[in-house]
Structure formats: structure tokens, C-alpha cells
């Protein structure tokens, strides 16, 4: 049972252009989101969240936003640049016990951006 | 501050050896996790301490043993391992009650069992 699904494997963009990631989710009890990106061999790295009573977060570049009916989000990266590439996953928030919380992830998109 | 660190970088093992992985933090995080990842797939959650008391085992194999001596520091002791728990383990971390939600991830530590 995949609760978080990006049903891209992998993206190719060119550097300048935009690049969206898909990801979506099932369990509507989700109430926050988050964005990780990863290089090989190392761990993942914050890049960005939303909360479920938002439907836009905007940092720098990065935006991500948010469409509970459809249960979506995407994150858009612009403009794209080289030290994009990378496999970006999405996270939801599951549940919280004693103020620790369990993320369920997607299983990532590659994304390479073509100078 | 932001960071997770952990050691050993690398670290292989046979089959009948004991060894430990370590992680730290120095945020004032009272959350703390073990993650494993295997290659072209998400991290898998392991443990979850809050508050130094383990919260959550995801069914873990015993051969798994985690360890928290304080807020600080999060131990995996790893013994009798199988040639299919090589991976990548992360330790990650996250403030706590009324602290905010996002895990912060150290660089991992790649463990490959002979």
C-alpha cells in the first residue's frame, strides 16, 4: 500500500527552464508535506514544505503547492540550474507520537538538468 | 545549524562481527531516527527515540539494537548481520513537541556485510 506515489521515476529538463515534480498521496489525514533532495551517497537534504491548510510555499526558487481535493502537490524549480540534479523525494507527514513523527516518503524522481 | 553527523563514513563487517554506528546532533533536537536506504529506493524508517525512550520500532530484526545515552547521541549496534542488510543508514532528527516538523538528515553511514 504506497500512501505517497511520484510516478515519475525520472525528468529531464534544461538548464534555465522549469522543473516540476509530481507526487501523490492517498491518506487524507496527511497534514503536512515536505520535499527532500538527495545525492548519490549521501543523505537527504530539507529542501522545502507546506502545511495542508496552505495550498502555496514559495522559497527562493523553489515553490511547492498543494491540492487537497486532488490529493497532489508538486514542487516547481525555476529557473532550473546544473546542481539540480538529483532524486527528489516528497514526504508526508504520517502521524506524531510523543512529538516524534513518522514520514512516509514516494520512491523519488531523478532529475538531470541538460545544460 | 543544521547538522547531522555521523560515523563511521563507511564500514564493512562480516557476518559474525559486533559493531555500532553513531550519530549526533547538537540542535537541541529531542527527536532522533534511524532510517536504512537501499539503492534507487526511499528511506525506510527503523526507530524513532523522543525524549532519549524509543517510540516506535518498525519490526526491526534484533540483530538491529538501538541506543540512546542522551538527547545528543543515537547508537545502532549491529550484530550476526546478513549480506542483504548492506545499505545506506541515516540518522536523522527533529525538534520535538512544539518544535517544528522537519527531520534533519545526517550524510549516512554505507555498510556493506561480506
Known amino acids: 500500500d504506497q500512501q505517497v506515489k511520484q510516478n515519475s521515476p525520472s525528468l529531464s529538463v534544461q538548464e534555465g527552464r522549469i522543473s516540476i515534480l509530481n507526487c501523490d498521496y492517498t491518506n487524507s489525514m496527511f497534514d503536512y508535506f515536505l520535499w527532500y533532495k538527495k545525492y548519490p551517497a549521501e543523505g537527504p537534504t530539507f529542501l522545502i514544505s507546506?502545511?495542508?491548510?496552505?495550498d502555496k510555499n514559495e522559497d527562493g526558487r523553489f515553490t511547492v503547492f498543494l491540492n487537497k481535493s486532488a490529493k497532489h502537490l508538486s514542487l516547481h524549480i525555476v529557473p532550473s540550474q546544473p546542481g539540480d540534479s538529483a532524486v527528489y523525494f516528497c514526504a508526508a507527514r504520517g502521524f506524531l507520537i510523543q512529538g516524534a513523527q513518522k514520514l512516509v516518503f514516494g520512491q523519488g524522481t531523478r532529475l538531470t538538468i541538460n545544460p | 545549524d543544521t547538522e547531522v553527523t555521523q560515523t563511521p563514513k563507511h564500514l564493512v563487517m562480516g557476518m559474525t562481527n559486533k559493531k555500532s554506528l553513531k550519530c549526533e546532533q547538537h540542535m537541541g533536537h529531542r527527536a532522533m531516527y534511524w532510517y536504512k536506504q537501499k539503492a534507487k529506493k526511499p528511506p525506510e524508517l527503523m526507530f524513532v527515540y523522543s525524549y532519549e525512550k524509543l517510540s516506535i520500532n518498525e519490526s526491526v530484526p534484533s540483530r538491529f539494537s538501538p541506543e540512546c545515552p542522551n538527547s545528543s547521541l543515537l547508537n545502532l549496534h549491529l550484530h550476526a548481520l546478513q549480506p542483504e542488510d548492506s545499505a545506506l543508514y541515516l540518522c536523522a532528527s527533529s525538534p520535538g513537541l512544539a518544535g517544528g516538523y522537519t527531520q534533519y538528515f545526517g550524510p549516512g553511514t554505507r555498510l556493506t556485510v561480506l
Open positions: 507546506i502545511s495542508s491548510i496552505k
